[in-house]
């Protein structure tokens, strides 16, 4: 690409030379001093331009599993992945810029009464049912990590938090009295975290959510599920403040060069579920901005949904950085050089 970027000018600029046809005559001719040397330097500046290509291509897919935390890093993000937390924990920075780290945690699961019917969960308009589920802080089992390798560099990295719990949706002893539901005996409950990496797609990383068992009191409600979205400065590990620039565009959440993706739509079965989002300041004791994702009854299926989280790219599409740019210009000189020589001769 960089060398046709020089080819394209200097093809230009000789086509503008009455001596065009007789300069590449004479370069297959005997070439005095001057115009080998200068020959050499642009083939040695052609040469030089691929050396830092070459060395920012990336290293693959680093990992680890330590201490119940995932560990995954590219050129472009770090994330640590844990479920024995507070909850299943996502944590990311930009490894280029390791300022402020990102978290987003899956805290908790409930249905919810949609009173005006829009498919959007509004908090503080429509009514939760029952008591919400407060997603376990111990008990996720790793999978341990499978990976695919090309030409020595791991590509893909794919591994699973898994729990099972029992939720009895109307707990006695809380202080909530939830005589005027129909009762609902206490179910088994199993989710599975599956996070997915690969390094065509270096800044983000993909997670599913994979819910089985939920039971319904009644057919028309939502589930909701609630994510926190915090920041922290590097290296804490947790987010205690809210996200710099929290806002929404489309379906991503965007927070300074963070962001949290989702999906319009997630599978039940063979049935694709509307999915819609709100979000607003986390309540009770949780830190941050709050996001609801809202699901339409998927009645007794298995609810499979895939979110993104990732890193913003600097710049998109074709980037020269200073060091290259100088170098095509070092070059083009070198080429005007050359074919001034041969004008003179
Ligand atoms: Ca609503």
């Given at each position: 690409?960089?060398?046709?970027l ?10 503008t030379?009455p001596i ?5 005559v ?27 290509l070459?060395a920012?291509?990336s ?6 599993y330590?201490?119940g ?7 472009d993000?770090?994330?640590?992945v ?29 249905e ?10 509004d908090?503080g ?7 919400p589920?407060?997603?376990p802080?111990t ?7 499978e ?5 020595g ?17 109307r ?7 939830y005589g ?12 599975e ?7 065509e797609?270096?800044g983000?990383?993909k ?15 939502l589930?909701v ?28 959440f965007?927070?300074?060069?963070g ?20 979000y607003?300041?986390a309540?009770?004791?949780?830190s ?10 998927f009645?007794n299926?298995?609810?499979?949904y895939d979110?993104?989280?990732?890193v ?6 074709l ?8 170098l ?18």
């Amino acid at each position: 690409m960089f060398i046709g970027l020089l080819i394209i000018p200097l093809s230009l600029f000789c086509s503008t030379l009455p001596i065009n046809t007789k300069f590449w005559v004479y370069l297959g001719d005997s070439v005095n001093i001057y115009q080998k040397t200068s020959l050499a330097l642009f083939a040695l500046l052609l040469i030089g331009i691929g050396v830092p290509l070459a060395a920012a291509q990336s290293t693959g897919i680093l990992y680890q599993y330590s201490a119940g935390i995932a560990s995954l890093e590219t050129d472009d993000i770090a994330i640590k992945v844990t479920g024995n937390d507070q909850a299943p924990h996502f944590h990311w920075w930009d490894p280029n810029n390791p300022t402020v780290d990102y978290h987003v945690m899956f805290v908790r699961m409930f249905e919810a009464n949609d009173t005006d019917s829009n498919g959007i969960f509004d908090n503080g308009t429509d009514i939760m049912i029952g008591a919400p589920f407060v997603l376990p802080t111990t008990g996720w089992g790793f999978s341990d990590f499978e990976t695919v390798e090309e030409d020595g560099n791991i590509t893909e990295v794919h591994f699973n938090f898994t729990t099972e719990a029992t939720f009895d949706p109307r707990p006695e002893g809380t202080g909530v009295d939830y005589g005027n539901l129909p009762s609902l005996p206490e179910f088994d409950l199993e989710i599975e975290v599956r996070i997915h990496m690969y390094l065509e797609s270096p800044g983000e990383f993909k997670f599913d959510l994979i819910v089985d068992g939920w039971s319904w009191t009644y057919e028309d409600s939502l589930l909701v599920l609630m994510f926190t979205v915090t920041e922290s400065t590097h290296g804490q590990s947790h987010g205690d403040t809210d996200p710099s620039g929290f806002h929404r565009t489309g379906t991503k959440f965007q927070f300074e060069n963070g962001y949290f993706e989702y999906n319009e739509t997630a599978l039940a079965a063979n049935n694709t579920l509307q999915v819609r989002a709100s979000y607003g300041d986390a309540p009770g004791a949780y830190s941050g901005n709050a996001v609801y994702l809202s699901f339409e009854n998927f009645g007794n299926e298995t609810l499979e949904y895939d979110p993104i989280l990732g890193v913003l790219s600097p710049v998109p599409g074709l980037v020269l950085d200073p060091m290259t740019l100088g170098l095509v210009a070092g070059a083009a000189v070198i080429v005007i050089l050359a074919v001034v020589l041969v004008r003179r001769k």
